[in-house]
């Protein structure tokens, strides 16, 4: 069996499409890691369980390498942040994260799944209280302690997220904003990491109220938005 190492790493936030992109990767033959590091794949004290932001910050500060303990477990990564009351860690708005990435691999991969703003908010709104309690309660880059309440706010974050990757990455090959909701969008995202993609739809899709129950992903509107 052949050593993964993580080619392509998604900058989206949540609620934009990242349980699709997962489920695309992964139908696809990768390894994609959403959210966490699964027991099934490091079983280990320390590794199988913790947030995949963690993990990122752990490599960054202890050697510089954001990916010093994730090579070798997965090819990408779909869903970065970590949202809890002990952990608020979010690497794609964590501007010098970023760059360590480049500077670490630099034929590193990137994806932003995207959403219009005004729906990505609501359906943060409507996603076990992410956006009107937890979102406010972290302490998030470009949205402070106290902020995300309300539509306005967010969506402002939003924005200003996708600009700033925008302003970052230019006109870099290696960087795709994905709309996807697009018809196109599984082609853009094949043609990018030159693999076929056998499945794209939805995942995950909020109810009116909100998903019912206790699921991985309503463990991440907690634990990892």
């Given amino acids: 069996m052949s050593v993964l190492n993580v080619k392509l790493v998604n900058l989206g936030l949540p609620k934009t499409g990242t349980t699709t992109l997962h489920h695309a990767l992964t139908q696809a033959g990768w390894r994609a890691a959403d959210h966490k ?8 004290p320390g590794m199988g369980g913790t947030y995949i932001a963690r993990q990122l910050y752990n490599g960054y500060f202890e050697s510089g390498d954001p990916f010093r303990h994730l090579d070798g477990l997965y090819d990408a990564l779909t869903e970065i942040s970590a949202l809890n009351p002990s952990a608020t860690l979010w690497p794609q708005c964590d501007y010098a994260m970023i760059k360590a990435m480049r500077l670490a691999r630099p034929d590193m991969l990137f994806v932003a799944t ?8 609501d359906s943060m709104r409507r996603w076990n209280n992410l956006g009107e309690d937890r979102l406010p309660a972290g302490h998030i880059p470009g949205l402070p302690e106290g902020y995300g309440a309300t539509d306005p706010q967010r969506i402002r974050w939003i924005e200003g997220h996708y600009a700033m990757l925008r302003d970052l990455f230019g006109d870099d090959p290696r960087y795709l904003e994905l709309p ?6 599984r082609d853009r995202l094949a043609a990018h990491i030159k693999i076929d993609l056998p499945w794209w739809g ?22 990892a938005a």
């Fill in 37 to 44: 590091v699964r027991r099934i794949h490091d079983p280990t």
């Fill in 114 to 121: 995207w959403r219009p703003a005004a729906e990505t908010s």
């Fill in 180 to 185: 996807v909701a697009a018809d196109d969008a």
């Fill in 202 to 223: 939805r995942r995950n899709e909020n109810s009116e109220t909100g998903p019912s129950g206790k699921n991985d992903k309503a463990e991440t509107a907690r634990g």
